[in-house]
């Protein structure tokens, strides 16, 4: 019986909060950029202040034609952008052979949060009486997956790890795993997220987490629960 397979990594792409290619998101990473700051995405004047995380600079229509926008929410879009920038920079061709043993295995969060906040609008706010035929599977979680394997016609394994903020992290190492053991000889990786919407945030502020200036996780009298004096308190 033979041993395990050596896995490696051949290509990467990233969309985030201090670039939107590996190039510049590992020069302002290493410079110490920081890509928190007020949001902009959001505007609401009921939301408190606050900082996030946003991805700037991401025109869509750049990447995808108004039929595809038209399909895929935010968090896909992020992943399927990633994803192409990894796959050419591996320089891999998704043969018969290959793309029925490629993976594409995502982890993600929440899912289709834009979606989510415009259908809820058009239904409370605008008395729309039906919404966007493709309103399921553009918010299912499984979403970004499901868009990278239909994209690039991956026939393997395609699913979504959800575990929160190690969504991502379980996803890779879920990948490794299947490519060590020979389940799969090559996988498409990674994780996504796009979950800045009103909804979402003021979420996030119902449960006291969100920081108004600089994000603090330890800090006592920052978080959901503060326990001085020995007793939890909001």
């Given at each position: 019986m033979?041993?395990?397979?050596?896995?490696?990594v051949?290509?990467?792409?990233?969309?985030?909060?201090i670039?939107?290619?590996?190039?510049?998101?590992?020069?302002?990473?290493?410079?110490?950029?920081s890509?928190?700051?007020?949001?902009?995405?959001?505007?609401?004047?009921?939301?408190?202040?606050?900082?996030?995380?946003?991805?700037?600079?991401?025109?869509?229509?750049?990447?995808?034609?108004?039929?595809?926008?038209?399909?895929?929410?935010?968090?896909?879009?992020?992943a399927l952008?990633?994803?192409?920038?990894?796959?050419?920079q591996?320089?891999?061709?998704?043969?018969?052979?290959?793309?029925?043993?490629?993976?594409?295995?995502?982890?993600i969060?929440?899912?289709?949060?834009?979606?989510?906040?415009?259908?809820?609008?058009?239904?409370?706010?605008?008395?729309?009486?039906?919404?966007h035929?493709l309103?399921?599977?553009?918010?299912?979680?499984?979403?970004?997956?499901?868009?990278?394997?239909?994209?690039?016609?991956?026939?393997?394994?395609?699913?979504?790890?959800?575990?929160a903020c190690a969504?991502?992290?379980h996803?890779?190492?879920?990948?490794?795993?299947m490519?060590?053991?020979?389940?799969?000889?090559?996988?498409?990786?990674?994780?996504?997220?796009?979950?800045?919407?009103?909804?979402?945030?003021?979420?996030?502020?119902a449960?006291?987490?969100?920081?108004?200036?600089?994000c603090?996780?330890?800090?006592?009298?920052?978080?959901?629960?503060?326990w001085a004096?020995?007793?939890?308190?909001?």
């Amino acid at each position: 019986m033979s041993g395990p397979r050596r896995v490696v990594v051949s290509g990467m792409g990233v969309i985030s909060p201090i670039g939107n290619d590996t190039t510049s998101y590992w020069r302002n990473l290493l410079c110490g950029h920081s890509g928190i700051g007020a949001p902009t995405l959001v505007t609401d004047g009921r939301l408190r202040p606050c900082v996030v995380a946003e991805v700037k600079g991401f025109v869509p229509s750049l990447h995808f034609t108004d039929w595809e926008l038209s399909t895929a929410d935010r968090v896909s879009q992020f992943a399927l952008v990633a994803a192409k920038q990894a796959i050419q920079q591996a320089e891999i061709d998704f043969t018969e052979g290959l793309s029925t043993r490629t993976g594409t295995i995502i982890g993600i969060g929440v899912g289709g949060q834009t979606t989510h906040d415009d259908s809820f609008r058009r239904l409370y706010l605008d008395r729309a009486e039906r919404l966007h035929p493709l309103t399921i599977p553009r918010l299912m979680v499984n979403g970004p997956a499901s868009q990278v394997s239909m994209h690039y016609g991956l026939r393997g394994p395609t699913f979504v790890v959800a575990s929160a903020c190690a969504s991502a992290t379980h996803a890779i190492g879920v990948a490794f795993q299947m490519v060590r053991s020979g389940t799969i000889a090559c996988a498409v990786t990674g994780g996504s997220e796009a979950c800045i919407t009103f909804g979402t945030l003021k979420a996030w502020e119902a449960m006291r987490i969100m920081a108004p200036d600089t994000c603090r996780p330890f800090r006592l009298d920052e978080g959901a629960w503060c326990w001085a004096r020995g007793r939890p308190s909001w």
